[in-house]
């Protein structure tokens, strides 16, 4: 074998053309032609070529090269599953080069090769092939270890494969939902002869075809077959029920026929993922034909025979000039007569049925000769091969079939009895007996489909409490479905002489052979250990010959030795289809557009956007410290309550008391889990006799409300409450400082005063002119302030009455940063930040919340015995002794040891007292007020640090109550 | 995609709801062990087969269904709306 | 069934696995032997490790090399590595957040880094660093807080910036204005991706030398217990006699120890994954997103391996569904815009044993010698050398040694759970 292969390359763009005269079923277009490029050299194609069938018409006959030995590779099948045309178009990679139309203006070029298809460096490869068995990674490369890396660099780079960009090309995607009664996966003659009689059965239907044109086999058979074909085709477009999808796939069957559709047919949409509810589904994949494994055949020239007839009939290309045909089939036999009316010479036929067939296939970079099992030598450039076929059952698997294999017509066949009511096939996947058998039933299984279908929609609508006329027609038989039996074919799959079972892996036959001799002895095991069948085509040309090589190595029978499963997707969906266009919505408060224009920036919480400062936090803290600033707290989440048994409610999910909550009087609560872990804070004011309003966590607010709403409906189903969540049917805004009371009284008609409206208390007016607030008189900055919750709509309003009312006492708008900030200040933990998914109450420091005498709460066990066990860590406030230095959040606390004992969980400069101020979850044994701790900042550098009171700025709370 | 037989909806797709896991009865606080209440919080059947859990209609109509579900299959048996007597349990599937 | 190896011998010598002898089969030709025998059912045991994946069998392969106990059975229904030890992404790291986490992991990557010289079998450990992205603050504390726990154990980790990020992974949309802005990332430079077959055929080749017996296609249907303790499994091959049995059966692990009558704070939830046809090489490490639930790295085939969290319910259906792959390919692209051409080739589901506070349950259980090696949930493939070495201890003394006892089975009946919670989500 030679280092540089003489092969055929670019250079043969210039050989005569293999184009033919017009055949009765060709696809293409010969009034225009199209410019492309392969390779950068100038091509043209016809409407309708696809770029491999453009190409062998210039004669081009190598398209890639192999992924382990870097070989040459032409058509073998010459159509999507085709591994030996991958190729990249532009930016975009693996394209399947037999199936893709051509574009105008398309740079094509072939994958894997360097530094050209002709001149391949790494096909040094092929020298070393035999060192490269099966399993060989893992046999080498393991001493000496510090080398590994440099080999694995190596390895990357012999990836055979497309490349992409770092940039986003243009491709537009999207998704669609379907609810049609049945689907067809397969648009050849049983899909069409199906959909039509489902849709004359009233069903509505949607057939799926692969490539682009209905009709299958037929498309490229003969007179009668065309003549069939132009029947159904009518058939179909008669059928107004029917909905046909071109260069479309049904890639997967999920739960209750959730059925995935990549649909390419559409103007101006790369590619769309259609998911659709069938309510039955029709597989009619038709057949696969399965390559024959012999010494050489990858060389190009080495086809099947539905490739030959493929190129003829649908291209008009002529796919050689002198032929030898292995065949064992009728299809075969047709591809005879095929390449001898396209004046192909065939210098033999050899009948499989007679035991006659091909060992070996002879050339470099091309076929040259074929070695019969007679010991004939004959020259050829062309080997067509008919030897059997294989069913493409991955729907039907992914429907909880599992194939039975039949050695009468060697080949795995769907077992009906396993198929789920929504699901049935049709066609060559069941039996191929003939085009008029099969569409008879098919037509049969589209009946008895759509009959299906018709039961289950009466199913789903009674399922509905109130149903409309859910009885069953009274002529609602099961159609009787003809039988369809799969015609007998010999079994052929390997000629025994080595050669390549997975194209697009490079595994050959002896591989398996080697791998089941090691002791990988199970087809799975083989699979993963030679990689065989994971490649781009899955399988489907693949699988059985792979059973079959290592049903013959185990001494098995291909029963015994069963088959791999077929995992969705059936056919390579793009990421965008899957994606569809982007939709990651996000939540906006009705001041955003105020908070823009003020510059604030902006932060992602959760689902919010909200202003995390509008340029300098600490100036906003010391505004409210010293004067009045207003925040946006519109996320804050808010739960209305109403009926006689709230009080009950309340007692059950906080760990505090609240039967004695008066009329117009706020309260904090704390809510635990069952195991004691915090999970929610927030006030509750009681508006009215029977009338409540909860405020939780922002980001706990959809939480705590099916959190309440479980409670209510499975727990206490007797108790009256009713919640209704009313986050956003309010905008919230918090007006805190010493002269927040001067400045909302300017807008509101409440009485502010302090004996009137005390601290913790909740009252209801106009604000701005705008009745129905709701004013809380809470203090989590520390300050005096109110909390105003205004009908979302009139947030806006409310805020910029605010600001133009507050000028003359420097009213300062403050974001989240300050607001953090202050309530560090003043000790308030933030849940999910200085609690975490294990942190119980009394590490919490809520002690004097946490209620163990009442009867019942949610956690209260867990917190009995935490306060029994008394050894949980404490959330303590932290000092560095040096106050200019602030341990970063997640700093470690470290016990005398060099151990972790804790860590901070918030830490910030304090503008109100000039230094570094903190929160800290501390071990039980440090957390005493004034223990030296030692904290390990992130550089490296231990610190000393002092524990204290959680509440650094007004420990007496008169701040808050003025 | 599972379809889910909500008493209340009719058949909808398994993603309007949220999985809130088995339901079984909670212990009385009064009286429970630390035993017994661990094993409600954390202990599960998790059988391979039926199993009755709870499941939230979090996009339709805000239900919490009891459901009998063959985690083998995926297959619904039925669904009840939790606050009915056959659904017959007294704590949230989720408490922990 | 018949010993194909019949010439060798318990405790034989590897037939080595080099550059060389490679080369002189090559050249020579002739055959490899078995990387492991098939041997008959024996009707008793010293120990039944339950489960063929990578924890059973480091478990037999260590219990057989250090401890001397050579008459080791492990058994498996289906094919060795057919549940997640042949399912999982093959993500290594052990940037944990629980100190006890990390120093778990820790090991686990050492013993990693040297299993293929220790194995004679290249499981292809590829040190390509992990980074975990932040996209909000609250996971840039988290990322903080593992850092610190991570430097405080030892353990490389550190949170770096999107520039560095950038420069690490140029396909990554750094820019601020999206709708999941990079703010950061924890970066761990010693966690990249390994062959997952490779280690479980490794172990087995490893285990099979040392004598253990591989048993695959034997379910077990029973396990027999007499006075509070275990006296043998039936097995659809028959019943074995053994005074010690491992539960190492990840997802279905509940229904094992059931058989026992120990009850589990297990739940069983598929996992999914998924793999894209082949590019040329573009991304070196790994990369990881909680808050967008996806992880994903390029193997040395050039294909991009995703996965999520769990499904969103308990289920054993390894179906998979549309709306994984839906939901991670939005992911995908939200953070690498680029790769919208890219194809989604293949899909596939594992059965993960999720316990309360995302920490496994490794040792004793009530019934004497009955052990369990469960509780993986989405982590047991990071950690099967080291568990294999652990429980193999643990079988041999019938003590867990200590860098095991934080996860003990009673921790649930006491309320002491492991910390790891915090971090959780994903965490690959």
Same mark, same amino acid.
């Given at each position: 074998m030679?280092?540089l ?10 050989a005569?053309?293999a184009?033919?005269?017009?055949q009765?079923?060709?696809?293409i277009?010969?009034r225009?032609?199209i410019?492309?490029?392969?390779n950068?050299?100038?091509h043209?194609?016809h409407p ?6 453009a190409l ?12 382990k030995?870097h070989r040459?590779?032409?058509l073998?099948?010459?159509d ?5 045309a991958f190729?990249?178009?532009g ?9 893709r ?5 398309m ?7 360097w ?6 460096l790494?096909?040094?490869n ?11 990674y893992?046999?080498?490369f393991i001493?000496p ?10 390895l ?7 490349a992409i960009t770092?940039?986003?090309?243009a491709?537009v995607?999207d ?5 049609p ?6 648009g050849?003659p049983?899909?069409?002869a199906?959909?039509?009689a489902a849709a004359r059965?009233g069903a509505s239907v949607?057939l ?6 209905l ?5 490229w058979?003969?007179?009668a077959?065309?003549t ?6 009518a058939?179909?477009?008669a059928e107004p029920g ?10 997967g069957r ?7 559709i990549?649909q390419?047919?559409l103007p101006?949409?790369?590619e769309r993922l259609?998911?659709a509810r069938a ?7 038709g ?14 020239g080495?086809?099947l025979?539905?490739?030959v007839?493929r190129?003829?009939?649908?291209y ?5 000039r ?6 064992a089939?009728?299809?075969?036999d047709l591809?005879v007569?095929d390449?001898e009316?396209?004046?192909?010479e065939?210098a033999a ?6 035991r006659?067939g091909v060992?070996?296939?002879h050339g470099r ?13 004959i020259?050829?450039d062309?080997l067509v ?14 429907s909880?079939d599992?194939p039975?294999?039949d ?5 795995f066949?769907p077992d009906?009895?396993r198929?789920?009511?929504n ?31 018709g039961?289950i929609?009466?199913?789903w609508?009674a ?5 409309a006329?859910t009885t ?6 099961p ?13 052929l799959?390997a000629?025994?002489?080595g050669?390549?079972?997975d194209f697009?892996?490079?595994?050959s036959?002896?591989?398996i052979?080697t791998?089941?001799?090691e002791?990988?002895d199970?087809v ?7 990689? &065989?069948?994971?490649? %781009?085509t $899955?399988?489907?040309? *693949?699988?059985?010959? #792979?059973v079959?090589? !290592? /049903?013959?190595a ?10 791999t499963?077929?995992?969705?997707v059936y056919?390579p969906?793009?990421?965008g289809?899957?994606?569809?266009r982007?939709?990651?919505? &996000?939540?906006?408060s %009705?001041m $955003?557009?105020?908070h *823009?224009?003020?510059? #604030?920036?902006?932060l !992602? /919480?959760g689902q919010?956007?909200r202003?995390?400062h509008y340029?300098?936090p ?7 410290r ?16 109403q009926?006689p048994d709230v009080?009950?409610l309340?007692?059950l ?5 609240w ?5 117009g009087r706020v309260?904090?609560g ?15 004011g009681r508006?009215?006799e ?5 405020s939780t966590t922002?980001s706990?607010a959809a939480t ?7 409670w209510?409906?499975?727990?206490h189903?007797?108790?009256r409450v009713?919640v209704?969540?009313?986050t956003?049917?309010y905008a919230?805004?918090?007006?805190a ?9 300017r807008?509101t ?7 009137a409206f005390?601290y913790m ?9 705008v009745?129905d607030?709701v004013?809380?008189r ?11 919750h205004?009908?979302a709509?009139?947030?806006?309003h409310?805020w910029?009455r605010l600001m133009?009312?507050?000028a003359?006492l420097g009213?300062?708008?403050?974001g989240?940063?300050?607001q953090?900030i202050?309530?560090?200040e003043?000790g308030?933990?933030i849940?999910?930040q200085d609690?975490?998914g294990l942190?119980q ?5 809520i002690d ?5 005498d009442?009867a019942d709460?949610v956690?209260?066990p ?13 959330l ?13 959040e997640a700093s470690?606390i470290?016990d005398r040891?060099?151990g972790?004992a804790?860590?901070v969980?918030s830490s910030?400069?304090?503008p109100t007292l000039?230094?570094?101020i903190?929160l800290a979850q501390?071990?039980?044994e440090l957390?005493?007020v ?5 904290v390990r900042?992130?550089d ?13 700025v ?5 701040r808050?109550?003025v | 995609m599972m379809?889910?037989p909500?008493?209340w909806?009719?058949?909808r ?5 949220r999985y809130?896991?088995e ?8 009286t ?9 919080l954390?202990v599960?059947?998790n059988p391979?087969?039926p ?11 805000r ?8 985690t083998a299959?995926?297959?619904?048996r ?5 606050a009915s007597?056959?659904a017959?349990?007294s704590?949230?599937?989720?408490a922990? | ?10 405790g034989h ?5 080099s550059a060389?002898?490679?080369l ?15 041997h008959d059912?024996e009707?008793?045991y010293?120990?039944?490790?339950i489960g063929g994946g990578?924890?059973?069998?480091a478990t037999a392969y260590?219990?057989a090399r250090d401890?001397g106990?050579?008459?080791?059975a492990?058994?498996?229904?289906a094919?060795i ?9 093959a993500i290594l790291?052990s ?7 990390v120093?778990?992991y820790?090991?686990?990557?050492k013993l990693y880094e040297?299993?293929a010289?220790?194995l ?12 975990t992205?932040?996209?909000?603050d609250?996971?840039l504390?988290?990322?903080?807080w593992?850092?610190?726990?991570n ?11 999107p ?17 999941y ?5 924890l970066?761990h430079?010693?966690?990249g991706?390994?062959r ?7 172990y087995a ?5 040392h004598?253990v017996h591989i048993?695959q296609?034997?379910e077990?249907?029973g396990?027999?217990v007499?006075?509070?303790?275990v006296?043998?499994?039936?097995t ?6 053994t ?8 997802g ?5 120890s ?7 704070p297990?739940?069983?939830?598929p996992?999914q994954a998924?793999v894209?046809e082949?590019?040329r ?6 990369v990881?997103?909680g808050?967008l639930?996806v992880y994903?790295?390029?193997?040395d085939r ?12 308990a ?6 569904s549309?709306e994984f792959t839906?939901?991670?390919?939005g992911?995908?692209?939200e953070?690498m815009?680029a790769?919208h ?5 293949r899909?596939?589901a594992g ?34 050398p080291?568990?294999?070495?652990a429980m193999?201890a ?9 860098i ?7 921790r649930f009946?006491?309320?002491r759970?492991?910390g790891e919670k915090g ?6």
């Amino acid at each position: 074998m030679s280092l540089l292969p003489t092969t055929r390359g670019p250079r043969e763009a210039a050989a005569p053309s293999a184009r033919l005269g017009p055949q009765p079923g060709e696809v293409i277009d010969r009034r225009r032609s199209i410019p492309f490029t392969w390779n950068g050299e100038p091509h043209t194609a016809h409407p309708g070529d696809t770029i491999t069938s453009a190409l062998a018409a210039a004669g081009v006959r190598v398209f890639a090269r192999s992924y382990k030995y870097h070989r040459p590779r032409g058509l073998l099948t010459a159509d999507y599953l085709d591994p030996g045309a991958f190729l990249q178009v532009g930016d975009e990679p693996n394209v399947r080069g037999a199936h893709r139309l051509v574009e105008a203006g398309m740079a094509v070029s072939s994958q894997n090769t360097w530094p050209s298809l002709r001149y391949d460096l790494k096909a040094v490869n092929q020298l070393a092939g035999r060192f490269l068995a099966t399993g060989f990674y893992y046999k080498t490369f393991i001493k000496p270890e510090p080398l590994w890396p440099l080999y694995e660099k190596v390895l990357r780079r012999f990836v055979h494969a497309g490349a992409i960009t770092p940039e986003r090309g243009a491709a537009v995607y999207d998704h669609r939902h379907a609810h049609p009664d049945v689907v067809v996966a397969g648009g050849g003659p049983a899909g069409m002869a199906a959909a039509v009689a489902a849709a004359r059965a009233g069903a509505s239907v949607m057939l799926v075809e692969e490539n682009h044109q209905l009709g299958g086999h037929l498309r490229w058979g003969d007179a009668a077959d065309l003549t069939a074909l132009a029947e159904l085709r009518a058939r179909v477009a008669a059928e107004p029920g029917i909905e046909v999808l071109l260069d479309s796939v049904v890639t997967g069957r999920y739960d209750d026929n959730w059925v995935g559709i990549a649909q390419r047919d559409l103007p101006g949409v790369t590619e769309r993922l259609i998911k659709a509810r069938a309510k039955t589904l029709i597989v009619a994949p038709g057949l696969i034909e399965r390559p024959y494994v012999f010494a050489g055949n990858d060389l190009p020239g080495v086809m099947l025979s539905t490739a030959v007839r493929r190129l003829i009939n649908l291209y008009a290309v002529r796919p050689g000039r002198r032929a030898v045909v292995m065949s064992a089939n009728p299809e075969g036999d047709l591809a005879v007569a095929d390449l001898e009316r396209a004046g192909v010479e065939v210098a033999a036929v050899l009948d499989a049925r007679d035991r006659k067939g091909v060992v070996r296939a002879h050339g470099r970079g091309g076929l040259r000769a074929v070695e019969t099992n007679e010991g004939r030598r004959i020259e050829a450039d062309l080997l067509v091969t008919a030897t059997g076929w294989t069913a493409p059952t991955s729907l039907l698997n992914q429907s909880g079939d599992r194939p039975i294999y039949d050695p009468r017509s060697a080949r795995f066949v769907p077992d009906p009895a396993r198929m789920p009511e929504n699901v049935l096939a049709a066609g060559e996947v069941v039996g191929d007996a003939g085009v008029e058998a099969i569409v008879e039933h098919a037509e049969a299984v589209g009946r008895e489909a759509a009959r299906r279908a018709g039961r289950i929609a009466r199913a789903w609508r009674a399922a509905t409490p109130a149903p409309a006329d859910t009885t069953d027609p009274s002529d609602d038989d099961p159609v009787t479905i003809p039988s369809l039996a799969p015609q007998p074919h010999p079994e052929l799959f390997a000629a025994g002489t080595g050669g390549f079972v997975d194209f697009c892996e490079d595994v050959s036959a002896k591989d398996i052979t080697t791998a089941v001799a090691e002791g990988y002895d199970s087809v799975e095991l083989v699979k993963r250990y030679t990689t &065989v069948t994971m490649g %781009p085509t $899955q399988g489907k040309l *693949e699988t059985v010959n #792979a059973v079959a090589l !290592v /049903a013959a190595a185990t001494g098995r029978s291909i029963a015994e030795t069963g088959t791999t499963t077929w995992r969705p997707v059936y056919s390579p969906v793009t990421l965008g289809a899957l994606a569809g266009r982007p939709h990651e919505p &996000v939540r906006y408060s %009705p001041m $955003q557009s105020w908070h *823009e224009r003020h510059g #604030a920036t902006p932060l !992602v /919480a959760g689902q919010w956007i909200r202003p995390e400062h509008y340029g300098d936090p600490a100036a906003e803290v010391r505004a409210v410290r010293t004067g009045v600033g207003i925040i946006d707290v519109t996320p804050i989440g808010k739960l209305d309550l109403q009926g006689p048994d709230v009080p009950q409610l309340l007692n059950l999910l906080y760990v505090n008391k609240w039967s004695k909550l008066g009329i117009g009087r706020v309260r904090y609560g704390v809510m635990c889990a069952e195991d004691g872990v915090v999970m929610d804070d927030g006030v509750t004011g009681r508006l009215g006799e029977d009338h409540y309003l909860m405020s939780t966590t922002s980001s706990g607010a959809a939480t705590v409300w099916e959190w309440v709403e479980n409670w209510l409906q499975t727990a206490h189903p007797d108790w009256r409450v009713h919640v209704t969540p009313v986050t956003t049917a309010y905008a919230s805004i918090n007006v805190a400082g010493p002269r927040s009371r001067e400045l909302l009284a300017r807008l509101t008609d409440v009485d502010l005063s302090a004996d009137a409206f005390g601290y913790m208390n909740v009252r209801t007016g106009a604000v701005a002119g705008v009745p129905d607030c709701v004013l809380w008189r809470i203090g989590f900055t520390g300050e005096l302030s109110y909390e105003i919750h205004v009908p979302a709509s009139y947030g806006l309003h409310v805020w910029e009455r605010l600001m133009a009312h507050g000028a003359d006492l420097g009213v300062q708008p403050f974001g989240v940063e300050a607001q953090r900030i202050l309530r560090l200040e003043k000790g308030h933990f933030i849940v999910g930040q200085d609690t975490d998914g294990l942190t119980q109450g009394f590490t919490a420091g809520i002690d004097g919340l946490i209620k163990l005498d009442k009867a019942d709460f949610v956690g209260l066990p867990e917190l009995a015995w935490q306060r029994e066990r008394d050894e949980h860590p404490h959330l303590v406030g932290l000092r560095p002794v040096d106050g200019s230095v602030v341990p970063p959040e997640a700093s470690q606390i470290l016990d005398r040891s060099g151990g972790i004992a804790g860590r901070v969980t918030s830490s910030r400069m304090s503008p109100t007292l000039g230094r570094a101020i903190g929160l800290a979850q501390i071990d039980r044994e440090l957390a005493a007020v004034g223990t030296r701790v030692t904290v390990r900042l992130p550089d490296g550098r231990d610190i000393t640090a002092e524990v204290t009171d959680t509440v650094h700025v007004d420990p007496e709370g008169e701040r808050q109550r003025v | 995609m599972m379809l889910l037989p909500c008493p209340w909806c009719g058949p909808r797709n398994s993603t309007e709801f949220r999985y809130v896991g088995e339901a079984g009865p909670r212990p009385d606080p009064a009286t429970v062990t630390p035993e017994q209440w661990r094993r409600y919080l954390y202990v599960h059947a998790n059988p391979c087969g039926p199993v009755r859990e709870t499941w939230y209609h979090r996009a339709g109509c805000r239900r919490y269904l009891s459901v009998e579900r063959d985690t083998a299959t995926n297959d619904v048996r039925s669904a009840v709306d939790t606050a009915s007597a056959a659904a017959a349990s007294s704590a949230p599937g989720d408490a922990r | 069934m018949t010993n194909n190896g019949s010439s060798r011998t318990n405790g034989h010598r590897l037939s080595g696995y080099s550059a060389w002898s490679l080369l002189r089969h090559g050249a020579v030709g002739g055959t490899w032997p078995r990387a492991w025998r098939e041997h008959d059912l024996e009707s008793s045991y010293d120990a039944v490790i339950i489960g063929g994946g990578v924890h059973g069998l480091a478990t037999a392969y260590y219990l057989a090399r250090d401890h001397g106990m050579r008459k080791v059975a492990v058994l498996d229904k289906a094919y060795i590595g057919s549940g997640g030890s042949g399912r999982n992404t093959a993500i290594l790291r052990s940037n944990y957040l629980t100190p006890e986490g990390v120093r778990f992991y820790d090991r686990s990557v050492k013993l990693y880094e040297h299993l293929a010289a220790d194995l004679n079998y290249n499981v292809m450990f590829s040190q390509r660093g992990h980074l975990t992205l932040a996209h909000n603050d609250a996971s840039l504390r988290t990322m903080h807080w593992r850092t610190e726990v991570n430097k405080l154990q030892g353990v490389d980790s550190e949170v770096i910036g999107p520039d560095r990020i950038k420069d690490l992974v140029p396909y990554l949309d750094t820019s601020p204005d999206t709708r999941y802005p990079i703010l950061g990332a924890l970066y761990h430079p010693p966690g990249g991706i390994v062959r997952h077959d490779a280690v479980v055929w490794g172990y087995a080749r490893g285990a099979d030398a040392h004598g253990v017996h591989i048993h695959q296609q034997t379910e077990v249907t029973g396990i027999d217990v007499s006075h509070g303790r275990v006296t043998g499994v039936q097995t659809s091959r028959g019943p074995i006699s053994t005074p010690v049995v491992l539960n190492a059966t990840a997802g279905w692990a509940t229904l094992i120890s059931d058989m026992a009558g120990v009850s589990m704070p297990v739940q069983t939830f598929p996992l999914q994954a998924a793999v894209t046809e082949p590019v040329r090489p573009f991304l070196d490490t790994v990369v990881v997103s909680g808050t967008l639930h996806v992880y994903v790295s390029q193997t040395d085939r050039g294909e991009l391996v995703f996965g999520a969290s769990v499904d969103p319910f308990a289920s054993y259906s390894m179906r998979g569904s549309l709306e994984f792959t839906e939901g991670i390919a939005g992911h995908v692209l939200e953070l690498m815009p680029a790769l919208h051409r890219m194809k989604l080739l293949r899909q596939w589901a594992g059965l993960c044993d999720m316990t309360p506070d995302y920490s496994p349950i490794m040792g004793p259980t009530p019934v004497e010698g009955f052990y369990v090696d469960v509780g993986w949930g989405t982590y047991g493939f990071k950690a099967g050398p080291v568990s294999g070495e652990a429980m193999a201890a643990t079988l041999a003394t019938g003590k867990p040694p200590e860098i095991i006892t934080a996860f003990g089975l009673d921790r649930f009946a006491d309320g002491r759970l492991v910390g790891e919670k915090g971090a959780a989500a994903v965490g690959h």
